[in-house]
């Protein structure tokens, strides 16, 4: 008796914390505790109740699965119906909207929530006495479907509300979406199960919710906001939605932290811009903002028309997908050889721009939308990534459009093309005898991260290249300042800054020189590591794809890649040519294979912003050090990103001496700085 009851308290003691620690992960974006430490938590719940199942119930954090999958969805009718919303498209109706409520409401100025427009699907959800009981679509208003089994895999939504004063009923109202990296995500796995990508994160949402089984749904990054009521018990009052939003939030539902209170039909507009600015930003996407009138006293007196409300309105961001005609399709040649055929498109304005072209990726990619020259396509433009052609309105398509094949040929160089096993990009085998992979080799090296040469866009490589001044990157190193200030656009000034620049980048490391060099799959931190690890050119040269492979960080195909590039002639001549110009870096560390950092142990925490995990981690391999997960009075150094988390702590009760991001740039550059014994 005495132990089941210890039992049941833990039980109730596991299930309290767990959802206090989802209100700060979810709801306040502010984890309180590690991931692993939540893991536990919720396997040892889990042990209790496997031990325990009388003492299981249906709010447990770990029921949110459900066994059986359904057959049909039951039909949910809305006793609050859900109302839409208005659009506006222009901010002389968003004018328009505010007069009319001003003039109603005989006021000066209103005051209205601003909220993101999240592009997902709207949702309800209903609490009995702070019980999750029922999760319905909108559907028509009036009625929509239950999918409560669905809705409850959403972490993000509370099982069971919190804090205190809960209504017996309580009804919210919000969206669920797909936030866009769980989005990618998805589609990479879909992809790769050969399953159909989802066009956009509003459909992956709607599609995710819409499962028979909630196993499917459970494995989708679903998430949700919620901004409004429906059904409430009598006794629930609030005078504002903001200070509505605000509670719904204490009692664990999840907010959009966007969400501000602004004045007049200026203060919508100003809202309207800041949202635009920060859209492509925004972990999610929104095709708008939404404004209502704050009161709700003012809200009631509107009432609403048709079905949407009087009182609320969504100013839409311009379109990001529009209709037009592919009329070419062009092949262009990158740096590494890969030809990527481009869409030549009916200029579209979509998104606030004009859009000319789209890139199809390669031949699998048109192969598998059925993509033909003539064809009318859905075009998106997202953030400010390069236009993408959603799918072909097959239902427009006629007998005169056009099969397209990329060519077997380079179109630049005449080069046999070659597709790689496994592989879906179709490459020219000229290398740097094809003018395409010499031009874009230079404007790789000239550019921010390989030899930083200041003021050497990829205009004027290009101009350059076809005023015939230069062929390869040597080249770089004799133009005469005659001939460049004859060029159209080039003023003294600029020319001799150009000059100056070319110069500056004579002094370089060995890793920055090998990054330049641009070979395939060589990265900056594969640069690193090669130097590291070789720390000269000629050791790196010389090395056989086996040694290669030594490194870490290096692979079989980069192994190959390498030897295959210093095995060219042409590379050969080029590298030695740069270097007769003057092209220098320090000597390497004392011995080849300089494992400087042996004996020496790190740990790597928090978000670092020029290298991933692993990548760090390479680099301090490549220098000898052990790189281990947890702190301990053995670590020799912490490396803190951003939000390092509790190990930064740990590091400072144990005295570990803890790096900085840019500590740990200059500790790659001279690691013998940075040598200590733990001993003294
Ligand atoms: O973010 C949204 N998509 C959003 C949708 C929002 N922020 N607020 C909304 N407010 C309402 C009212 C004012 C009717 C409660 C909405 C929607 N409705 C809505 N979403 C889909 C249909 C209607």
Known sequence: MQKTKSVSQRIDALRKEIREHNFHYYVEDDPDIPDVEYDRLLRELENLEVENPGLITIDSPTQRVGAEPLKVFSQ??????????SNAF????IETFDHRIRENLEADEIEYAGEPKLDGLAISLRYENGELVQGATRGDGATGENVTHNVRTIKSIPLKLRGTNIPPLLEVRGEIFMPKKGFDDLNTRQQKMGEKAFANPRNAAAGSLRQLDPKITATRPLTIYVYALGEVSESFHFDDHFSLLQQLKKWGLPVCSEIQLVKGASGCQKYYEYLGEKRNGLPYEIDGVVFKVNNYKQQQRMGFVAKAPRWAIAHKFPAQEEMTIIEGIDVQVGRTGALTPVARLKPVF??????????????DEIDRKDIRIGDTVIVRRAGDVIPQVVKVVLSKRDDKTKEFRLPQKCPVCDSDVFK???????????GLYCGAQQKEAIKHYASRKAMDIDGLGDKLVEQFFEEKLIENIADLYKLERDDLV??????????????????KSKETTLS?????????EVGEATAMALANYFGSLDEVKKADAETLQKVPDVGPIVANHLAHFFSQSHNVEVIEKIIEAGVHWPKPLAKTGAQVLDKMTFVITGTLVSFSRSEAKAQLQALGAKVTGSVSKNTNYVIAGADPGSKADKADKLGVKVLSEDDFNHLLQAPQEYLVSLDG
């Open 420 to 430: 790689d096993e496994g592989e879906a990009v179709n490459r020219c085998s000229g």
């Open 350 to 363: 979509v998104g606030g721009v004009t859009v000319t072209n789209a890139t199809l990726h390669n031949q």
């Open 90 to 93: 222009s901010k002389e109706e």
């Open 76 to 85: 949910v009718t809305h006793r609050v119906p859900m109302l839409s919303l």
């Open 486 to 503: 004859k060029l159209e656009r080039m003023g003294e000034k600029s020319v001799d800054n150009l000059l100056v620049a070319i110069n």
């Open 512 to 520: 920055r020189f090998l990054y330049s060099l641009g070979i395939r």
